[in-house]
């Protein structure tokens, strides 16, 4: 069973920069796509980033596209979101999600499409 967890979520003032890490375990992530999504209180869960199992595709929201990274390092069998310029509106519950399917395409963006979660790292940016 492929669990996995997030981490480096914390408070920083707007601006500022954080790295989010989602580990798995119990499977090998290379073999699979992996979304970053967020939630904020009293809003849906909204897509923020993917990338491909090699890692040469990558598909970001509008919202943090030029703020934010993905990137994967398979072997330490990790996916890692850089935050930079954070920005208030951008606080929210931060969640990994693993899609089993192969094929890389506009699905990705799709909360649906994920087989697998973690339990959330919380990101929250002063004023």
């Known amino acids: 069973q492929l669990q996995l967890v997030e981490s480096g979520g914390g408070l920083v003032q707007a601006g500022g920069s954080l790295r989010l890490s989602c580990a798995a375990s119990?499977?090998?992530?290379?073999?699979?796509?992996v979304g970053w999504f967020r939630q904020a209180p009293g809003k849906e869960r909204e897509f923020v980033a993917a990338?491909?199992?090699?890692?040469?595709?990558?598909n970001y929201a509008d919202s943090v596209k030029g703020r934010f990274t993905i990137s994967r390092d398979n072997a330490k069998n990790t996916v890692y979101l850089q935050m930079n310029s954070l920005k208030p509106e951008d606080t929210a519950v931060y969640y990994c999600?693993?899609?089993?399917?192969?094929?890389?395409?506009?699905?990705?963006?799709?909360?649906?499409?994920?087989?697998?979660w973690g339990q959330g790292t919380q990101v929250t940016v002063s004023s």
């Open positions: 999600a693993v899609d089993v399917d192969p094929w890389w395409g506009p699905k990705t963006s799709d909360a649906r499409t994920y087989d697998y």
């Open positions: 119990g499977r090998t992530l290379n073999t699979y796509a």
């Open positions: 990338i491909s199992r090699s890692g040469g595709n990558k």
